[in-house]
């Protein structure tokens, strides 16, 4: 049943943000610095409100979710958690309205476990992100998933706060 309810409001988030969608494409452009924490926009007060109104919030926070291209996991975990549901959702709906653009999904993993586990553990992961997409509408010949396990590491560093950074899956548009 707690499946179904988050189904059925993915489904209702995906066709609000695709209604809202323009003409144009939007491809984000990847930031240098992502990192898995939730920040205030610049300006907001401590309700995290500009004075915008209510529509231009809901396209800023459609703005901000897009530019996110990062879904992080727990450790050997392929499971969706809600902050990454919400980029999910955006990106689903951004590319429900355009049906133009395709993407691949790459799987990520820290360094511990062999070679053969993280491979496999990233390919979950990316899959994990394609069928959410695909529940969202977005055509499964649009998305292709590849895992590097741990050979695309974003930080060396040998600590749980580099193995979080790693633990992702990329979504990197064509």
């Not at 590319?95 to 993993?109: E, W, Y």
Request: aromatic share 4%; glycine share 6%; net charge positive.
């Amino acid at each position: 049943m707690q499946n179904r309810r988050h189904l059925v409001t993915s489904l209702f988030i995906a066709l609000v943000l695709a209604g809202c969608a323009g003409e144009q494409a939007v491809k984000p452009e990847p930031t240098a610095t992502e990192a898995p924490s939730a920040q205030t926009a610049p300006g907001a007060d401590k309700t995290g409100t500009t004075g915008l109104s209510l529509s231009e919030r809901e396209r800023q926070r459609r703005a901000e979710l897009l530019a996110q291209r990062r879904i992080y996991f727990a450790f050997d975990s392929s499971t969706i958690d809600d902050e990454a549901r919400a980029i999910i959702e955006a990106h689903a709906a951004n590319l429900v309205a355009n049906r133009q653009i395709s993407l691949t999904l790459d799987g990520n993993c820290d360094e511990r476990g062999s070679r053969e586990y993280n491979l496999a553990l990233g390919e979950r992961r990316a899959q994990a992100v394609e069928k959410m997409m695909k529940v969202l509408g977005v055509s499964g010949n649009r998305i292709k998933t590849v895992s590097y396990g741990e050979e695309k590491p974003v930080c060396q560093e040998h600590n749980e706060s580099c193995w979080r950074q790693n633990r992702r899956a990329e979504i990197v548009y064509k």
